[in-house]
C-alpha cells in the first residue's frame, strides 16, 4: 500500500501563509508526477498545483502568484507554500502522485481554513 502522507494544514486568518508537506515512498516520488488538489464542501476536487520534475510548474489560475509548488528529492517531499490566503482557499487539500493516466496515489488530505 503506497502512502502519501501529508502535513502542514490549519487555521489562519485571510492574508496569512501556509506550507503543506508530502512525503512519498522514494520510488514514487523519483518517478511520479507530483500536485496538489483540493475540494472544498460541495465542490468537486480541483488541481491547484503541479511539479512533474524537477523545476516545471503549472498553477491553477486562481493561485497564480501566492501559491508556490517546489520538491526536494532528498526527502522525498512535495511542499506548497501559501501565501496571501483568501477564505476561498479553505478546503481540503490532497497530495497526488501521477504516472500517466493508468496510475495515481493520494493522500489522506489536509484540511485548510481560512477565516477571520
Known amino acids: 500500500q503506497v502512502q502519501l502522507v501529508e502535513s502542514g494544514g490549519g487555521l489562519v486568518q485571510p492574508g496569512g501563509s501556509l506550507r503543506l508537506s508530502c512525503v512519498a515512498p522514494g520510488s514514487i516520488f523519483r518517478t511520479y508526477a507530483m500536485g496538489w488538489y483540493r475540494q472544498a464542501p460541495g465542490k468537486q476536487r480541483e488541481l491547484v498545483a503541479i511539479i512533474p520534475g524537477r523545476s516545471i510548474t503549472n498553477y491553477a489560475d486562481s493561485v497564480k502568484g501566492r501559491f508556490t509548488i517546489s520538491r526536494d528529492y532528498a526527502k522525498n517531499t512535495v511542499y506548497l507554500q501559501m501565501s496571501n490566503l483568501k477564505p476561498e482557499d479553505t478546503a481540503v487539500y490532497y497530495c497526488?502522485?501521477?504516472?500517466?493516466?493508468?496510475?495515481?496515489?493520494w493522500g489522506q488530505g489536509t484540511q485548510v481554513t481560512v477565516s477571520p
Open positions: 497526488n502522485a501521477q504516472q500517466g493516466v493508468a496510475s495515481a496515489y
